[in-house]
């Protein structure tokens, strides 16, 4: 069933059905037709064949006065022969309906008052065809000598087996001609439809040998249609893609295993170089394991950046998005870094433009700006100031961070916002960065349908301009930058 299913919905077959409907049906529309016409037509040229020879005849009978006198041998003769050409009979009525003749010689003297006889009578010879006894039937009026009025009536009776015989042949032979086009447009359509589908198979063979792996050239190049050369282009493109994410996922897990083990590796050596000297003084141990400490908390914190980093990697379908007071939420923001800065003697201020309310998650947000303004801390110089803007327009709002810190030199602009990706990667470490702050930021922002970019300049500082829409937008392109 599954099988038979699986041909009726495929390709191949509908190639097929259209051939063998354009093929064939017109073919035996043409031959029913041309069988139909040909009995009518043939029907119709004897009839009008004998109309003709009746009146020949009925003329005869007229100007012999047959009527009055039907022994003329010579016209009998006639009429016999009439019958003999045209396999018929023939019966002569006169105008008491009284069979004279029959050239049958078995109704002679029988009435006969016929529709047709007595129609004839009334001055107009008539014809009909019986298809089902196979018979055509004429009668012919005979007009008396003197008054030139229906005194009398042929009727002709001719069987049809000849014009039955010949649409018989002309079947037969039809059907030798439409059994061979069946067979020609049958062996045609197979044949067109293995061949017109097979740049199909060379796909899903060519696919399934990138998805098992044994075929290596990794492209898919299948030109035979314009068609099959766009699922290819679409097709290598997508592999194209696959193949990013599967490099970038397997370097973001080594980038994940080196980052998680230099704290552990620092941690080893701490406590070997402990366990390895005897009578250790308290004061080494409580340094190291100070130092031992600063390490688990490190290590959390690079974890503690994963799980946010995994979170923000899932679809937007884990959003709790509501409106939120935004200039509260920087507020809140500020509040709690403001210790953090005032411990570098970092001047923190909040301008805001106009109250603005948006769509948006409070966690996530509020996650990707306290990492941008603790940023601006954190590669600042002491006594440096951080600027934190909000402003809106009817469509988005907008939020800048300036910092008057060491600022980021150009060519490392481009890769700030990649995984574990550090301008300096001791002072980060010092400073406990873990390299996935703007990662973090960026994936929040990009959740939102917003946009991130950064300005600056080595040794004078960095902005940060973050542009999110007022309204979620459910559907849209995924963010771009700025
Ligand atoms: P980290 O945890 O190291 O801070 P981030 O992803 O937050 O990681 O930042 C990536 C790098 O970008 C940082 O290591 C730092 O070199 C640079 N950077 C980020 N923000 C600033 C800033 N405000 N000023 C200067 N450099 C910055």
Wanted: aromatic share 6%; proline share 2%.
């Amino acid at each position: 069933m599954k099988i038979r299913n699986k041909f009726l919905r495929s390709l191949r077959f509908r190639i097929i059905l259209i051939l063998v409907i354009v093929g064939i049906v017109p073919c035996v529309i043409l031959k029913a037709t041309i069988l139909n016409n040909y009995e009518k037509r043939a029907a119709a040229v004897k009839i009008s064949e004998i109309q003709n020879q009746c009146t020949i005849l009925c003329n005869q009978l007229t100007s012999t006065g047959y009527l009055s006198d039907p022994s003329s041998a010579v016209i009998n003769a006639e009429l016999t022969q009439f019958t003999n050409i045209y396999n018929g009979r023939i019966l002569i009525v006169d105008d008491r309906f009284q069979i004279i003749q029959d050239t049958y010689g078995v109704d002679k003297g029988k009435t006969l008052a016929s529709e047709d006889v007595i129609r004839c009578f009334r001055g107009s010879g008539t014809n009909h065809y019986d298809i089902e006894n196979r018979y055509i039937e004429v009668t012919s009026p005979i007009l008396s000598q003197k008054e030139k009025k229906v005194s009398g009536v042929m009727l002709v009776s001719i069987a049809t087996d000849s014009i039955i015989d010949n649409a018989r042949i002309l079947e037969e032979k039809a059907n030798i001609v439409q059994a061979t086009v069946i067979i020609v447009v049958l062996l045609a359509a197979f044949s067109a439809a293995a061949l017109l589908v097979r740049p199909f198979g060379r796909i899903t063979r060519k696919i399934e040998g990138i998805t098992e792996g044994y075929d290596v050239t990794q492209e898919l190049h299948e030109n035979a249609y314009t068609e099959t050369r766009q699922i290819s282009e679409a097709f290598n493109q997508m592999l194209g893609r696959l193949t990013a994410v599967d490099s970038s996922r397997q370097e973001f897990v080594s980038n994940v295993s080196h980052e998680l083990k230099t704290p552990l590796t620092s941690m080893k050596v701490l406590a070997d170089s402990l366990l390895a000297q005897e009578d250790v003084p308290a004061e080494l141990y409580k340094e190291f394991m100070g130092d031992i400490a600063e390490e688990i908390e490190r290590e959390n914190k690079i974890i503690n950046d994963l799980l946010s980093l995994v979170k923000m990697d899932k679809t937007a379908a884990g959003l709790n998005i509501k409106p939120e007071n935004i200039n509260e939420l920087v507020e809140r923001i500020l509040k709690r870094l403001r210790p953090i800065a005032a411990k570098q003697n970092i001047e923190l201020v909040f301008e805001s433009f106009r109250p603005v309310t948006a769509e948006v998650d409070e966690v996530k947000l509020t996650l990707a700006i306290s990492n941008l303004v603790e940023n601006a801390i954190k590669y600042n110089k002491e006594e440096g100031y951080v600027h934190v803007s909000l402003n809106a327009d009817h469509k988005y709002f907008y939020l800048k961070v300036a910092d008057s810190g060491i600022g980021i030199p150009e060519e490392a602009q481009r890769h700030i916002f990649e995984r574990f990706y550090r301008v300096d990667k001791s002072h980060s470490r010092e400073i406990g960065g873990t390299g996935l702050g703007l990662s973090i930021a960026r994936n929040a922002v990009v959740m939102h349908r917003g946009a991130i970019k950064v300005h600056s300049k080595e040794g004078e500082g960095t902005t940060f301009t973050v542009r999110i829409p007022l309204t979620y937008i459910i559907q849209g392109k995924k963010g771009e930058t700025l």
